[in-house]
């Protein structure tokens, strides 16, 4: 009841109606009031209703994932300062230090806004705090080991926590989140297929913009607008280190290849090379490849997904190409079930593909080729489990896992797909819905 109140409360003082109305707030961002996005029929706006209390997350969600995190816990206590693993255990990522025992109630301790996350989180234990100095008197019995997101911390930071618990034996806390991460509960397989809603309205929207001469920036800045009309986010989380993540990629013919240094297979320029994201100045041409491969983003969570378009009919080595990719892939679902392990899987991968033409250009071209086929995704970009060599922990039920099998032509451009789907106890469910065909215009 505490929070309901809290949550009202910040809502009234802060939810003030938009001049002129939600008709008016929509006219002004150039959304057409009746039909949604554009106009295309039948698509629908967010409104401020479904904006407001979409991701407060039930307390009986928290005790759920507090659980699956203390079947991996072997330290005391975790000390957790990362937003992302805050925020799946309290609810709310305002900044402080979250107290993670292995018994009990946590401790939030919170520096801005300890007002916020009393209205967002339904933790028990939430107080304020302003030096890390005040952490001994607020945490008096922090345990004898404490696990450190030591992935993802910064020294700086964690040497100015550690030195306040000079009785606790620190340890990497890291990879207990990221196990316990890796199995979703229905709530959040549900944020995730709302995201992955938000792609194939986006991939949908795509044959009707394209035109022949038109630049990848403003495809892109198309797809960021369906998307953000659609609930999305703004923000993909990424947890590597100096791995950094916009919208993803619109990549025209041979952006598709281009150099890059990000962990994935599909190419791209950009604008500037401080930032190279989504979509440069090449310019679309007919018969040459356009593939996307965007992520969608809701309360948090991430759906992905790629889609291959053109101008009038791609050459025959790249129908040809996609069609294996779709055979390919076809044959991995059929591979994702529990108690299949994610290593073996790729391996069997490689082996068929290996007896085809396309061994050199499968997941990249040259320098980009990876070693992976799947990643998991969730609160993050790139979570565990991974269909890459040697990962030999089998696959759970409910595993939420991106897909992502694509051919590279140099000089040329890509062809391939990417779904998200989730790890059921008999067929996996995919919840990028849309055909993945390469839709011709």
């Given at each position: 009841?505490?929070?309901l109140?809290?949550?009202?409360?910040?809502?009234?003082r802060?939810?003030?109606?938009?001049?002129?109305?939600?008709?008016?707030?929509?006219r002004?961002?150039?959304?057409?009031?009746?039909?949604?996005?554009?106009?295309?029929?039948?698509?629908?706006?967010?409104?401020?209703?479904?904006?407001?209390?979409?991701?407060?997350?039930?307390?009986?969600e928290?005790?759920?994932?507090?659980?699956?995190?203390?079947?991996?816990m072997?330290?005391?206590?975790l000390?957790?300062?990362?937003?992302?693993g805050?925020?799946?255990?309290?609810?709310?990522?305002?900044?402080?230090?979250?107290?993670?025992?292995r018994?009990?109630?946590?401790v939030l301790?919170?520096?801005?806004?300890?007002?916020?996350?009393?209205?967002e989180?339904?933790?028990?234990n939430?107080?304020?705090?302003?030096?890390?100095?005040e952490?001994?008197?607020l945490i008096?019995?922090?345990?004898?080991?404490?696990?450190?997101?030591?992935?993802v911390?910064?020294?700086?930071?964690?040497?100015?926590v550690?030195?306040?618990?000079?009785?606790?034996?620190?340890?990497?806390?890291?990879?207990?989140?990221?196990?316990?991460?890796?199995?979703?509960?229905p709530?959040e397989?549900?944020?995730?297929?709302?995201?992955?809603q938000?792609?194939?309205r986006?991939?949908?929207?795509?044959?009707?913009?394209?035109?022949?001469?038109?630049?990848?920036?403003?495809l892109?800045?198309r797809?960021?607008?369906?998307?953000?009309?659609?609930?999305h986010?703004?923000?993909?989380?990424?947890?590597?280190?100096?791995?950094?993540?916009?919208?993803?990629a619109?990549?025209?013919?041979?952006?598709?290849?281009y150099?890059?240094?990000?962990?994935?297979?599909?190419?791209?320029r950009?604008?500037?090379?401080?930032v190279?994201?989504?979509?440069?100045?090449?310019?679309?041409?007919?018969?040459?490849?356009?593939i996307?491969?965007?992520?969608?983003?809701?309360?948090?969570?991430?759906?992905?997904g790629t889609r291959?378009y053109?101008?009038?009919?791609l050459?025959?080595?790249?129908?040809?190409?996609?069609?294996?990719?779709?055979?390919?892939?076809?044959?991995i679902?059929?591979q994702?079930?529990?108690?299949?392990?994610?290593?073996?899987?790729?391996?069997?991968?490689?082996?068929?593909?290996?007896?085809?033409?396309?061994?050199?250009?499968?997941?990249?071209?040259?320098?980009?080729?990876?070693?992976?086929?799947?990643?998991?995704?969730?609160l993050e970009?790139?979570?565990?489990?991974v269909?890459?060599?040697?990962?030999?922990?089998?696959?759970?039920?409910?595993?939420?896992?991106?897909?992502?099998?694509?051919?590279?032509?140099p000089?040329v451009?890509?062809?391939?797909?990417?779904?998200?789907?989730?790890?059921?106890?008999?067929?996996?469910?995919?919840?990028?819905?849309?055909?993945?065909?390469i839709?011709?215009?």
């Open positions: 009841m505490r929070d109140q809290a949550r009202r409360s910040l809502n009234r802060f939810a003030a109606p938009s001049p002129g109305g939600r008709g008016a707030r929509d002004r961002l150039g959304i057409d009031c009746e039909n949604g996005v554009g106009s295309g029929a039948g698509q629908e706006t967010m409104t401020e209703q479904n904006m407001q209390l979409l991701d407060y997350v039930p307390r009986s928290l005790e759920t994932r507090w659980a699956r995190v203390r079947r991996y072997e330290c005391d206590a000390i957790v300062l990362h937003n992302v805050i925020y799946y255990l309290t609810g709310t990522t305002q900044s402080g230090v979250l107290w993670f025992p018994e009990g109630e946590p301790a919170v520096r801005k806004s300890y007002e916020r996350a009393k209205a989180s339904t933790l028990n939430i107080v304020p705090f302003r030096s890390y100095s952490l001994p008197s008096p019995n922090p345990g004898k080991t404490l696990g450190f997101e030591l992935d911390v910064p020294v700086s930071t964690y040497e100015q550690v030195k306040h618990f000079k009785k606790s034996t620190p340890v990497d806390g890291s990879p207990v989140l990221r196990k316990a991460r890796g199995v979703k509960t709530y397989v549900d944020c995730i297929r709302h995201a992955a938000q792609l194939d986006a991939f949908l929207d795509i044959p009707s913009q394209l035109r022949e001469g038109m630049a990848e920036i403003d892109g800045a797809i960021e607008f369906v998307m953000r009309s659609a609930g986010q703004g923000l993909t989380r990424v947890r590597r280190f100096n791995m950094e993540m916009h919208y993803g619109a990549s025209f013919g041979d952006t598709a290849a150099p890059h240094s990000f962990d994935g297979p599909v190419g791209v950009g604008l500037y090379t401080a190279p994201a989504m979509g440069g100045r090449k310019q679309l041409r007919r018969g040459e490849p356009v996307v491969d965007i992520v969608g983003g809701y309360a948090g969570y991430i759906a992905d291959v053109s101008l009038g009919p050459p025959q080595e790249l129908t040809d190409a996609h069609a294996f990719i779709l055979e390919l892939n076809a044959w679902e059929e994702l079930r529990p108690g299949e392990i994610p290593g073996d899987i790729y391996t069997r991968i490689l082996e068929r593909v290996g007896k085809s033409t396309y061994a050199s250009k499968f997941m990249g071209a040259g320098e980009n080729q990876v070693k992976f086929v799947a990643h998991s995704v969730g970009l790139d979570e565990l489990p269909i890459a060599p040697k990962y030999e922990v089998p696959f759970e039920a409910n595993t939420v896992m991106a897909v992502e099998p694509k051919i590279f032509f000089g451009g890509g062809v391939g797909t990417e779904n998200t789907y989730v790890i059921r106890d008999g067929a996996p469910e995919r919840l990028t819905t849309c055909a993945q065909e839709y011709v215009v």
